[in-house]
Structure formats: structure tokens, C-alpha cells
């Protein structure tokens, strides 16, 4: 009966096929997402750009790269998730607010609020014919909200 293999092995053994510039390249392809610069930093010698283009095509049609990308990609795909993006957006808040930066601070807190439905961007869609007198009443409407006076006042009060 035939040992068990386990996945990491089965991925060590199927990049063995790949050249040592292809494992380079491939490597640099997986971090820039270029295929003309991964071809340049794996050592492949050009005269021109074109020339490393076309190695970067040749290196990317090749079924053990495109394999390997393939799974890179399903690999990222499982590890990106809401929770992740939220953790990830309140520890560059609070890193950007301990440096000074409170842009960036603030910028972080807003997407992980819209992350949580806190603030939804509004949009009126309307479908059917407009004319005049309906665009005029829209208007008007909007200037009455625009009006209206602004609560700023926290309704908690410490009684």
C-alpha cells in the first residue's frame, strides 16, 4: 500500500519541474503581477522590453506556471474575508492615529463603518418619464432638507 503524500509535498514535488529562472519568475509574477518586470528581475536577458514580454508570455502559458498561479490565487481568495478586511482597517486606523496621521486614521474608521452598514450611500433612481414639473418638485424638496435645521446634540444624557 502507497504512503499517503501529503499536500505540501505534492507542491514541492510539482514545482521540482519548473526551470530555476521559471521559479524565479514565477515568483516575481505572483508578487508585481507584471509579467515583463517579473521576467527582468528572474535574469532572462532582453534587448528590449518586447523581447522580455514575449518570454513573460511563453513563461505564463506554461501549464506548471498557470498551475501554480492558479493556486496562489484560490489560496488568496480563501484568506481574504470581511473579518480580515475589518482587522485589518482598525489596526491601520489606530497605527495611523499613534503616528499622527489622522487622515489616514479617519479615512480607515469610515471604511469600517461602511463595512458594517453604518453609513449607505444614497442614490434616487427613477424610472418612467420626468418632466418639468416633476424635476421642480425634486428641487424644491431639496431645498426644504437643505433648510431644516441640523440636531447635533447627543440624545444620551447622564440623568
Same mark, same amino acid.
Given at each position: 500500500?502507497?504512503?499517503?503524500?501529503? /499536500?505540501?509535498?505534492?507542491? !514541492?514535488? =510539482?514545482?521540482?519541474? /519548473?526551470?530555476?529562472?521559471? /521559479?524565479?519568475?514565477?515568483?516575481?509574477?505572483?508578487?508585481?503581477?507584471?509579467?515583463?518586470?517579473?521576467?527582468?528581475? *528572474?535574469?532572462?536577458?532582453? =534587448?528590449?522590453?518586447?523581447?522580455?514580454?514575449?518570454?513573460?508570455?511563453?513563461? %505564463?502559458?506554461?501549464?506548471?506556471?498557470?498551475?501554480? %498561479?492558479? !493556486?496562489?490565487?484560490?489560496?488568496?481568495?480563501?484568506?481574504?474575508?470581511?473579518?480580515?478586511?475589518?482587522?485589518?482597517?482598525?489596526?491601520?486606523?489606530?497605527? *495611523?492615529?499613534? *503616528?499622527?496621521?489622522? +487622515?489616514?486614521?479617519?479615512? *480607515?474608521?469610515?471604511? %469600517?463603518?461602511?463595512?458594517?452598514?453604518?453609513?449607505?450611500?444614497?442614490? $434616487?433612481?427613477?424610472? +418612467?418619464? $420626468?418632466?418639468?414639473?416633476?424635476?421642480?418638485?425634486?428641487?424644491?424638496?431639496?431645498?426644504? !432638507?437643505?433648510?431644516?435645521?441640523?440636531? $447635533?446634540?447627543?440624545?444620551?444624557?447622564?440623568?
Amino acid at each position: 500500500m502507497a504512503k499517503p503524500i501529503s /499536500l505540501e509535498t505534492r507542491q !514541492r514535488q =510539482s514545482r521540482v519541474h /519548473l526551470t530555476r529562472k521559471q /521559479l524565479k519568475f514565477f515568483e516575481e509574477y505572483a508578487h508585481l503581477g507584471n509579467g515583463t518586470e517579473a521576467a527582468r528581475r *528572474a535574469g532572462y536577458s532582453a =534587448s528590449s522590453d518586447d523581447v522580455l514580454a514575449h518570454q513573460a508570455t511563453e513563461n %505564463l502559458r506554461k501549464p506548471l506556471v498557470k498551475a501554480e %498561479l492558479a !493556486r496562489i490565487d484560490a489560496e488568496m481568495a480563501v484568506r481574504i474575508t470581511p473579518q480580515r478586511v475589518q482587522q485589518r482597517l482598525h489596526d491601520i486606523s489606530h497605527n *495611523a492615529e499613534a *503616528a499622527g496621521q489622522f +487622515g489616514p486614521a479617519c479615512r *480607515a474608521e469610515e471604511l %469600517l463603518g461602511k463595512s458594517i452598514g453604518m453609513w449607505i450611500d444614497q442614490s $434616487l433612481r427613477v424610472s +418612467g418619464v $420626468l418632466n418639468d414639473s416633476h424635476v421642480t418638485a425634486l428641487i424644491e424638496l431639496a431645498r426644504k !432638507r437643505q433648510a431644516e435645521p441640523v440636531d $447635533l446634540t447627543d440624545e444620551e444624557t447622564d440623568g
